[in-house]
């Protein structure tokens, strides 16, 4: 089974930006459909951003014109670009499927710093 490794998290103020990666250890061509999803201290994980194999992408009210996600099928990447960051998007982030099949992988920190 595919394994995830995400990265590119880390401490940012208010207004900042990251850029996340998720890398697969296998192909992700023939998935459909990946996520990026975050989980806040003492609430339950939500899903942000979903792009299909396509490139069609959907966001999360939340995160809906700050928040960018692609995919790189070729390097077997996702990708979240995360602009216009606010305290309230502090959270580790996540990749998966849509609907969720793989093994979640450790996640990426984001803090946010006001």
């Known amino acids: 089974q595919l394994q995830l490794v995400e990265s590119g998290g880390g401490l940012v103020q208010a207004g900042g930006s990251l850029r996340l990666s998720c890398a697969a250890s296998?192909?992700?061509?023939?998935?459909?459909?990946m996520a990026w999803y975050r989980q806040a201290p003492g609430k339950q994980r939500e899903r942000v951003a979903i792009?299909?194999?396509?490139?069609?992408?959907n966001y999360a009210d939340s995160v809906n014109g700050r928040f960018t996600i692609s995919r790189d099928n070729a390097k077997n990447t996702v990708y979240l670009q995360l602009n216009s960051l606010k305290p309230e998007d502090t959270a580790v982030y996540y990749c998966?499927?849509?609907?969720?099949?793989?093994?979640w992988g450790q996640g990426t920190q984001v803090t946010v710093s006001s």
């Open positions: 296998g192909s992700i061509f023939s998935i459909n459909a």
């Open positions: 792009i299909t194999r396509g490139g069609t992408t």
């Open positions: 998966n499927s849509v609907p969720i099949n793989l093994l």
